[in-house]
């Protein structure tokens, strides 16, 4: 895996962020933030992943979050043999970095490690197309995207109005720009859809008919793989597979992306 390939370029990223933001910490301060990170970065690097990733979640908790550190995070998780912390926290790296290709590497192998991972693969060229776009890009990526077009359709309004273009020209440039804010606000929706409620398993776990501890067993999960939260009774979680079928987990089985 490329894990030490991208430790340089995640930590130049990440220590920037710390030094150039202004917005304060929660618990911990820019300073106490940057030296943890430092720390946690020549953990990893000295084979110390247990003492990492607990300083990597100590950052997390002071507020302080960014797609490198995630990276990093489950980096550390994979090399402790948490697999499903690990896809955890490349899950959360993936909605801020989606492009990054060391990310997708080690998400990919992550993944290959799991049993019966069953994610459903789209069933058409239409679905792939829908997928690969809104995998393509970052929520707030989209929500700037979706902005831009809406202000360049309000200006060029006004500005056509001005200039007194022509209708046939009015209409092609409204037509063009209208076509993308349907494709950017369609694939957010699309993308918000997706990833609401979606977790996790932390654990090899066992999926029951029922909420209770002596209901039988419907299916077994193992550690890693995705599901959709349904809702929750008690400490008993209700989840969907990706093939379809339902069941009931303990709360602590799984951990929301």
Do not use: C
Not at 27 to 53: N, R, T
Not at 74 to 101: C, H, T, V
């Amino acid at each position: 895996m490329k894990l030490y390939a991208k430790y340089f370029g995640t930590t130049l990223f990440v220590l920037l962020a710390f030094v150039f933001t202004d917005l304060a910490m929660a618990q911990i301060s820019k300073s106490e933030s940057l030296s943890k990170f430092v720390s946690a970065g020549l953990a990893y690097k000295s084979g110390e992943y247990s003492e990492a990733i607990a300083i990597y979640e100590e950052v997390l908790d002071g507020d302080k979050e960014s797609g490198a550190l995630y990276y990093n995070l489950g980096n550390s998780y994979f090399k402790e043999g948490k697999r499903g912390k690990a896809i955890l926290n490349y899950e959360r790296a993936l909605q801020l970095m989606p492009r990054d290709s060391d990310l997708q590497f080690n998400y990919r192998h992550a993944r290959s490690s799991v049993k019966g991972y069953g994610e459903q693969k789209p069933s058409n060229i239409l679905n792939r197309l829908a997928q690969a776009h809104v995998q393509f890009y970052a929520v707030d990526e989209m929500v700037v995207i979706i902005t831009i077009i809406t202000l360049a359709l309000g200006i060029l309004y006004l500005l056509s109005l001005y200039l007194k273009w022509p209708t046939k020209l009015r209409q092609n440039f409204f037509i063009i720009l209208g076509v993308f804010w349907l494709i950017y606000t369609a694939g957010f929706i699309l993308k918000f859809q997706q990833d609401k409620n979606m977790a996790i398993t932390l654990t090899n776990a066992k999926a029951t008919f029922e909420p209770r501890q002596e209901s039988t067993t419907h299916f077994q999960l193992s550690e890693g793989i995705k599901v959709k939260i349904l809702k929750k009774q008690d400490n008993w979680i209700k989840i969907k597979r990706a093939d379809g079928k339902l069941g009931w987990v303990q709360e602590d089985a799984v951990e929301r992306i």
